[in-house]
């Protein structure tokens, strides 16, 4: 018997395109069809990553203590993002550490 290939909306493999960028993250709301445990909490942890990156990014606009501000935010969204990921390929629900976990589980709900 031959090994098939996974398929497009298998959890794990949905849950990792979630943290492949913003574009992923929409490819994997289309394929978490129908909703998957799984993928939906993935999918709430890296929105709330993605706006992380994004408020970090609005921050440096104030000159020098936002530049610093801006790159810790960078720094603590990249290994947020690098947790995120590993939680997925390792098919486990890790929360990000510190009190943004669970925060974005409770304010992306409805996804």
């Keep these: 018997m031959e090994d098939q290939p996974p398929k497009t909306n298998d ?3 949905v849950a990792i395109i979630t943290y492949l960028t913003l574009v ?29 990156f994004i408020v970090s990014s609005i921050v440096m ?3 020098v203590f936002g530049w ?3 790159i810790v935010g960078y720094l603590v969204g990249f290994v947020f993002w ?11 629900e ?3 550490p510190t009190d943004l976990g669970p925060r974005f589980q409770e304010w992306f709900q409805g996804i």
Excluded: D
Aim: hydrophobic share 55%.
């Design 82 to 92: 690098l947790i995120g990921l590993l939680g997925a390929i390792q098919e486990e």
């Design 68 to 70: 610093i501000a801006g």
């Design 11 to 13: 959890p794990k493999i």
């Design 24 to 52: 992923g993250l929409v490819i994997a709301f289309v394929l978490n069809n129908p909703k998957n445990s799984f993928v939906s909490f993935h999918m709430r942890q890296s929105l709330g990553i993605y706006l992380l």
């Design 94 to 96: 890790k929360l990000i």
């Design 61 to 63: 606009i104030v000159p």
